[in-house]
């Protein structure tokens, strides 16, 4: 029999809690629900969820910090929730380490196909299923190793979320080939691309304090303005 996908649903707001747990649960996911950032953090070390939605504000510890502290050990997927539509409050919860971004209020199956595309993409790298393959990609010094899903810069190894995994991936994969954010984002997040270009430049940023000596000054992950991004050895 197939594992159920578990879930941990951290909103203060009750009423979203109860109709967030109720639609997962009517799709077959098993569903643990708190009430703050703090019990969050701590529910992940028990439960063991192949996924994370959390909201943004909440009391004891909001979600921005609750998420910091999980990808610290952690590279379970992270939907954001927010009342907030602006853009440098989905900034701030993409750069703790979320991988995608939801506003209330919203529609029941559009959390679902965010739901459906995160843990689809988590599970086809093999985050939370035995590895089927052996495979390397080397770029320069940068080695992806795609059997144990690692990343190893200058043969030291760099913790990668899923979605930075999945993007290292793509740019790796075609060396020198530009992208732009577009194509990036439907390849990676399985989706339509509209008004994404500030989603992926997050990721990409994320990954560069990751990779690069510079971050501002990138020999591997650059941009190309007014295109888009390529990977390729300095």
Not at 152 to 163: F, K, M, S
């Amino acid at each position: 029999m197939k594992e159920q996908y578990r879930i941990l649903v951290a909103d203060d707001d009750f009423s979203i809690v109860n109709i967030v747990t109720a639609t997962l649960k009517q799709n077959g996911y098993v569903v643990s629900a708190v009430h703050d950032g703090e019990a969050a953090c701590c529910l992940v070390e028990t439960f063991h969820p192949h996924l994370i939605i959390m909201d943004v504000m909440m009391p004891h510890c909001n979600g921005i910090v609750a998420t910091l502290n999980i990808r610290k050990s952690h590279n379970i997927p992270i939907l954001m929730l927010s009342a907030k539509a602006e853009g440098s409050d989905r900034v701030l919860g993409l750069e703790a380490g979320a991988d995608d971004y939801l506003i209330k209020p919203f529609y029941q199956q559009e959390l679902l196909a965010r739901v459906k595309a995160l843990l689809r993409r988590y599970d086809a790298l093999g985050s939370i299923r035995e590895v089927k393959s052996e495979s390397q990609i080397t770029v320069g010094d940068m080695i992806l190793d795609t059997a144990k899903k690692q990343m190893l810069v200058r043969e030291e190894p760099v913790r990668l979320t899923a979605t930075e995994y999945k993007i290292m991936l793509y740019l790796m994969s075609n060396p020198g080939r530009v992208f732009s954010g577009e194509e990036i984002y439907r390849q990676v997040w399985k989706s339509d691309a509209f008004a994404v270009e500030n989603t992926v430049m997050v990721h990409i940023s994320r990954i560069r304090e990751k990779i690069e000596l510079n971050p501002k000054k990138p020999e591997y992950l650059k941009v190309v303005w007014g295109i888009g991004y390529v990977f390729d050895a300095p």
